[in-house]
C-alpha cells in the first residue's frame, strides 16, 4: 500500500486513522500515495487556526505579512522540480501544463507580496476619504477595512492543485488571515507537499496554514460567523455550499467559483484571411488543449459570422489534428491527460449528449494515444462540435463538458452574438477578436456586466495579451449567475473578502489618529 500522507491542523502533523483513498497516475493507472482526514479533531483544527494563527498574522502589519509570503515564494521556487514530477504523476500534464498550475501559482503569490509591501506599515484599510454627517466638519464618517477575525476555508478544485491554493492564501495571509485549505480529493498530493514544504521551512506563525486532505464531510460545520469559505468547483458542489447553515444561517461570508460556458466572439470585420481571424483559431486550439480542456476558463462556445463558419471550422480542426496526445513524459506529447478515469467517462457522455444537438467537427474521440495505452489511461483527443442552429442548440449553452471540447456556432448579428453569449448565464470571461476599436469597445461594453472578465484583441496586441484563460492576478476572477458570482484577484481589491467594512462615525480627530495606523491601498 502507498503512503497515506498526513494532515497539517492544529500546528501538528497527524495522520489518519484508516487506509484511506488512493490517489492515481491517471496515465499509467498505477497507485500513488493515500489521502484521509479520519479520526481528525476538526474543532481542534479550526479554533487553533482562528486564535493562534488569527492573533499572531493580526500582530503583523501588511508590509511584514507580506515579507512572509516573499519567503514562501522562494521555498516554492527551490522545490520546482519535485513540483513538476508530481503534477506529471498525479495530474497527467506536460510540462508546459503544469507550469500554468505551479508557476502560475507562485508568480500570483509573489505579485501579493509585491503589493502587500506597498501598504506598509499599516494595520487597516481606509475605504474613501471622510465624510461630514452634517454641517459642522468636526464629526465624520470614515469607512475602514479591518481583517475579518475568523479562518479563511478553502474548498478547492481538481485541476489547480497549487495556482487555487496560492491565488487564494496570497489575499488572505496577506490580510492577516489564516487558511485551512481542503483540496480536491484526486490531486491533493501537490497542495500538500507544498504547504509541507512551507511548514517545514518555519516561515509563517503556527496555526497561519494548514492542509485536510480527504473528506469533506464536517468541514462546513465548524465555520463561525466571522471566517470565511471559498469555494471553486461544479456548480452542484457549490449549491451545496451556498445552502449550508453556516453560510444560509450564520452568514458566513462565501466565494464561489463555479464552471462557466466560456465564449469567443469573431467580429464581423475579421474575416478569414485576417490576423484577427487567425488569433480567435489559434486562442480556440490553445484554450481546448491546455491542461486537456480541464479549465474553468476555457472557451466552450466559440460564435463566427455565419459566411465564416466553414473557413472557422476548417481551420480549427487543421489545428487539432496536429495536437499528438497520450504520455506527458513522452516529448512529441502535446496533449496529457484528464484527470481520472471517472473524468473521462465523464467527457465521453458529456460529448454524446451535446452531439445529440451538434454535428460532428473534428473528433478526437478515436485519436490513437502516444506512448498511453487507451484501456488505461484517461487520455482523449479534442473534440469539435457545431451547431448550425445556436438558438435551438440550448444545451450546448448551459451543460459543460470539462475536457478537450468546443463547440462552434453562426451568427448573424452582433446583437444576436451577444444574446447567444449571455444564454450561459453568466460566464467568466469570453473573447472578442476584431480590428476596429470602436467595435470592440462596443462589443466589449455589451458583454460587461454577463462577465467576469472581457479579453478583446485586435492585431497590434497579438504579441502582448495574456491569453484568454489565463487568470491574471492584476484582473478579476469570477463571474456573475452560473459562473457563482464570485470575486476573486484583481490586484489589491482582493483583500476586501477578508475584511469586514465598518464606518467609523466619530471627530475629526479620532478619525486623524485612525488614519494613522491605516492606508488606501491602491487600485
Ligand atoms: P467538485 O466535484 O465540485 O469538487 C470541488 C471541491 O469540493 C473538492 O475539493 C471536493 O472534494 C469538494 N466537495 C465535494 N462535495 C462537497 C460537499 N458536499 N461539501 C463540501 N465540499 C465538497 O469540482 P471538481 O470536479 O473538483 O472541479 C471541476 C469543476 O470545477 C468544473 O466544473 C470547473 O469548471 C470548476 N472550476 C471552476 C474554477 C473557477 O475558478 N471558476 C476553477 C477550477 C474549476 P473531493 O474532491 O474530496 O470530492
Redesign the pocket.
Known sequence: MSELLPNYAAGRWQTAGDAGTPLVDPVLGTELVRVSNTGLDLGEAFSFAREQGGAALRALTYRQRAALLGEVVKVLQAKRDAYYEIATANSGTTKKDSAVDIDGGIFTLGQYARWGDSLGDARVLLDGEPARLGKDPAFQSQHVLAPTRGVALF??????PSWGLWEKAGPALLSGVPVIV?????TAWLTQRMVADVVEAGILPAGALSVICG??RG??DQLQPFDVVS????A??GA??RSHPAVAERSVRCNI????LNSALLLPDAAPGTEAFDLLVAEVVREMTVKSGQK?TAIRRVFVPRAFYEAAADAISAKLRKTTVGNPRNDAVRMGSLVSREQLDAVRAGLAFLREQAEVLHDGGAQPLVDADPAIAACIGPTLLGARDPHAADRVHRF?V?GPASTLMPYDSLDEACALIRRGDGS?VSSVYGTDAQAIADAALALADSHGRVHAISPEVAALNTGHGNVMPMSL?GGPGR??GGEELGGLRALNFYHRRCAVQASTAALGRLAANGTHPAR
Open positions: 474548498i478547492n478544485a481538481f485541476n489547480f481542503k483540496p480536491a480529493t484526486a473528506s469533506s468541514l462546513m469555494f471553486t468547483g461544479s452542484e458542489t451545496v455550499i467559483e463555479a464552471d462557466s474553468c459543460e470539462f467568466l476572477h459562473a457563482g
